[in-house]
């Protein structure tokens, strides 16, 4: 099956801090992809959705500055949490699809980011 | 907006029981549904999905779901539950802005 590789599987930052979670998808060319922020026990919430060469779009109450996304090729997708502070600790996860109605999604490992 | 309900935070079955998993989905037309199942601190594995066709769909690890238009519903069945599918089980949809929307989940606890 079509893999997706997610970069760090975990980070711990200092607050004001930047990092960087990287999606690739190995053995498919995606179309679009997602991200994704889970919480303890909780669902999976969209932040925002990604489309190669195009800006990405915010779900609502997801601040684009603060969460800066970049898909700069059919394969790459980029999320970096800039300023971070303990609040945006979390598990983020991303997923891509190979076609561009969406009929499967690949997700990643998933990224668990501890801000300290 | 489309939207997907899972009424069951958490489930406990005895293992070698059988499971449903209940979803009912929010859709007009006929909705682009999935099952996904989450170990802790994983991604999400595929169990299957349905998009049109035969009602009944099978997917991996023994896993089934049934497209109930009439009660809108996607519900997910084993008949013998196994210690390893002890893990947490989301319903998602694809909206009409081509993304992809999850349930709450339902976390499923196996008793030995």
């Known amino acids: 099956g079509a893999v997706v590789s997610q970069h760090p599987s975990w980070v711990i930052c200092k607050s004001g801090t930047s990092v960087k979670i990287e999606c690739r998808s190995l053995?498919?060319?995606?179309?679009?992809m997602f991200w994704y922020r889970q919480f303890p026990k909780q669902s999976l919430m969209l932040m925002a959705t990604?489309?190669?060469?195009?800006?990405?779009?915010?779900e609502q109450g997801v601040e684009k500055d603060k969460f800066l996304i970049n898909h700069a090729s059919l394969t790459l997708s980029t999320l970096t949490v800039t300023s971070a502070h303990p609040e945006d600790s979390s598990f983020y996860i991303c997923?891509?699809?190979?076609?561009?109605?969406?009929?499967?999604?690949?997700f990643g490992q998933g990224t668990r980011l501890t801000v300290v | 907006a489309q939207s997907v309900t899972q009424p069951d935070i958490h489930i406990t079955v005895s293992e070698g029981a059988s499971l449903e998993l209940r979803c009912n989905y929010s859709y007009g037309a006929t909705p682009y549904l999935f099952w996904y199942v989450q170990s802790p601190g994983q991604g999400l594995q595929l169990l299957l999905k349905y998009f049109s066709g035969d009602t009944l769909v099978q997917g991996i690890k023994g896993f089934e779901a049934e497209f109930k238009r009439s009660q809108s519903s996607f519900n997910l069945r084993k008949p013998s539950v196994h210690w390893s599918d002890a893990a947490e089980y989301f319903c998602a949809v694809v909206t009409d802005n081509n993304d992809m929307r999850f349930g709450a989940g339902t976390r499923l606890t196996v008793k030995p």
């Open positions: 997923s891509a699809s190979p076609t561009g109605r969406i009929t499967e999604a690949f």
């Open positions: 990604s489309n190669e060469g195009s800006k990405a779009t915010y």
């Open positions: 053995d498919f060319q995606a179309t679009t």
